[in-house]
């Protein structure tokens, strides 16, 4: 299966790229990840409205085509790990193209929200962009692992 995580931010630091190669050394062959980062638009001559608009339209720009379009954001459906496993399970049994937006310190637009396919909430809590990156990650293995019956999960 091949997933692609667009990422408003910086491209991930050491400590970052250590926890993602983790868990992705755990996926081995069952997953392939492609990390496409975009880069904020945070001025001070700007608008949070014009960095969110400036912003999507990169993002738009870097969704692979026919790819089912999962938003994160904190105002999404909040599953749990085993539920986000079925889904990701549905998308591997249609062989689909599966693109993660992770938006920016502002959020994303209500424009991509409305065209994405889902729309999810890992938490009521507010995480830092390079730690989500990492989440996001840990609960594609995690779904992974509950899809095999493997042990990770408990």
């Given at each position: 299966?091949?997933?692609?995580?667009?990422?408003?931010g910086?491209?991930?630091?050491?400590?970052?790229?250590?926890?993602?190669?983790?868990?992705?050394?755990?996926?081995?062959?069952?997953?392939?990840?492609?990390?496409?980062?975009?880069?904020?638009?945070?001025?001070?001559?700007?608008?949070?409205?014009?960095?969110?608009?400036?912003?999507?339209?990169?993002?738009?720009?870097k969704?692979?085509?026919?790819?089912?379009?999962?938003?994160?954001?904190?105002?999404?459906?909040?599953?749990?790990?085993?539920?986000?496993?079925?889904?990701?399970?549905?998308?591997?049994?249609?062989?689909?193209?599966?693109?993660?937006?992770?938006?920016?310190?502002?959020?994303?637009?209500?424009?991509l929200?409305?065209?994405?396919?889902?729309?999810?909430?890992?938490?009521?809590?507010?995480f830092?962009?390079?730690?989500?990156?990492?989440?996001?990650?840990?609960?594609?293995?995690?779904?992974?692992?509950?899809?095999?019956?493997?042990?990770?999960?408990?």
């Open positions: 299966m091949n997933l692609s995580i667009i990422s408003v910086n491209k991930p630091n050491k400590w970052e790229l250590e926890g993602i190669n983790h868990y992705l050394k755990q996926l081995n062959n069952h997953v392939k990840i492609d990390f496409i980062n975009v880069k904020g638009q945070q001025n001070p001559k700007r608008s949070i409205e014009e960095v969110i608009k400036l912003e999507a339209d990169l993002i738009l720009k969704i692979p085509s026919d790819s089912f379009l999962i938003i994160c954001d904190m105002a999404g459906d909040k599953v749990s790990s085993s539920e986000f496993s079925k889904i990701f399970e549905n998308l591997m049994h249609e062989n689909t193209k599966v693109c993660f937006v992770i938006g920016g310190s502002f959020g994303l637009s209500e424009d929200k409305l065209i994405s396919n889902k729309v999810l909430s890992a938490s009521n809590f507010t830092p962009h390079r730690l989500f990156r990492i989440i996001l990650v840990e609960q594609i293995y995690r779904a992974i692992s509950i899809i095999n019956n493997a042990p990770y999960h408990k």
